[in-house]
Structures are given as C-alpha cells and as structure tokens.
C-alpha cells in the first residue's frame, strides 16, 4: 500500500513538473519567450556568426528563474565572445522599458498625409506602434510581416510607424518600399522623451493607453535547409491577441 501511495505521489510531481510552461526573458527586458521560440533565436545568432566568417561564439547564461503558478520565467542573457573579448548588450540603459505597464504619454503628430493624430483620440483602441528610420535594416525587413499584420486585423487594430523622418524624407522612401500602417512623421522629440536608442521598436498599448509590451523586432527563423529568413511576426499577434 505504501509502495503504491508512493508510486502515485511520484507520478503526479511528475506530470505537474511537465505541465509547466517554461517561457524565457531577456534581462532588462519584457518580452516573453517559449521555449522553441528561444531556441530558433540562439540558432539565428548562430547561424548568423557562422556566415559573417569571425571566430565569434554565443554564450548563454540563465540568471534567474520566477515560479508564477504553472508558469517558470527564465532570465537569461547571451553575451558574444570574440577573441576572448566578450560583448553583452545593456538593455537595462534603454529608458523605454520603465514605461511597461504604464500609461504611454500622449503626444500629437502630423502624419504622411496631413492628418494630425494624437494618442488621447485613440482611447478605446489596441495600438501598435512601430518605431524605425529607413538607415535600420532590420527595421525594413520586418514590414513585410507588419503589414500582413494590419491588413489581418483591419479597423480592430490601430497601426502606427513613427520615425523621425520628415515627409520629404518619408515619401522618397515609399517610392520603393511597401508598408501599410500609417507614417507619422518628426517625432524626435517623442522618441528622445520616451528614451528608445535601438531599433526597430514594436510597442502595444491596451485600449486603456497602457504600455501591454515591448518587442525588439520581429524574430527571424531558420528555413528548412538552415538559412536565416524573415519571421511572420506570431510573437506579436500573441501579444496583441491578449488585449483585444
């Protein structure tokens, strides 16, 4: 009897440590991960140092782990290593992620159109709002998935690009490039308030105004043959999905 209290006991410590979720942070910032969504990102960088032709490693270093019910966070960091010299981003120097969970500060832009736009006429709407500049390569290569993005969610979303270009700027820009959200224009003084220095920036803001999270750009993925290719942004509608 005692042997099957026992057997029993185990099982169910078992099946509970398998049930919970593993989802993983980067220290200094808010994203959450999953676990596969985790690996294809350490396997991108890798990938990504093998094809640039320098002896450079990625080393990963989990700091912390936050019981939350079924769920387990994981902090982590990756540091690059090269010739024994290790480089390790400080996201904790970006101002912008103090806002999350606050309420994001209003602000009145013009757009590519004329149009001025202000946040406190949003209120009752999902926001996201994208913030890049045309220098930004990674910044153009995830339009493509934002704009599927938009054009999925249609009026249930409001899609802003911010970018301190001016319109000048802006309209010889789309001349060639494609992306549907609409272009809000010289927001520098809005940028520099909020404190982003890296790019792009995907913020999401309940109907509330309240800053729900904030995403580096939108992960790339490797392909079938192990090539690095553009990712379709699912770690984004996941987010925007838990505010509609």
């Known amino acids: 009897m005692k042997k ?21 942070k980067e220290l200094g910032k808010t994203q959450l991960l999953t676990g596969s969504e985790y690996e294809m990102m350490k396997q991108v960088k890798i990938k990504k ?18 019981q939350n019910g079924e769920t387990i966070v994981y902090i982590y960091k990756f540091e ?5 010299i290790r480089f390790s981003p400080n996201a904790s120097a ?25 946040l406190l006429e949003l209120k009752g709407k999902v926001v996201l709002m994208n ?8 910044c153009i290569k995830e339009m493509p998935a934002l704009s599927s993005i938009q054009e999925e969610y249609g009026d249930q979303l409001i899609c802003l690009s911010i970018s301190f270009h001016d319109k000048k700027e ?10 549907t959200f609409k272009h809000l224009t010289n927001a520098r003084s809005l940028i520099d308030k909020i404190g982003i220095t890296a790019y792009p920036k995907n913020i999401i803001l309940t109907k509330e105004g309240k800053v729900h999270q904030i995403l580096d750009g939108i992960h790339q993925q490797l392909d079938k043959e192990g090539n690095v290719m553009n990712g379709d942004g699912r770690e984004l509608v996941r987010e925007i999905e838990k505010v509609l």
Request: proline fraction near 2%; hydrophobic fraction near 45%; aromatic fraction near 16%.
């Open 94 to 118: 970006e101002k912008i992620y103090s806002l999350f969970g606050k309420q994001f500060p209003d602000f009145s832009l013009k757009s590519l159109d004329g149009e001025e736009v202000s």
């Open 170 to 179: 802006l309209d010889h820009f789309f001349k060639n490039h494609r992306f």
């Open 49 to 66: 140092f093998e094809k640039s032709g320098m002896q450079m490693s990625l080393e990963e270093t989990i700091l912390d782990s936050i």
């Open 4 to 24: 099957l209290i026992l057997i029993s006991f185990l099982l169910i410590a078992c099946s509970h440590a398998f049930a919970q979720e593993k989802l993983y």
């Open 80 to 84: 690059r290593v090269l010739n024994g």
């Open 131 to 138: 913030f890049w500049f045309t220098g930004c390569g990674p």
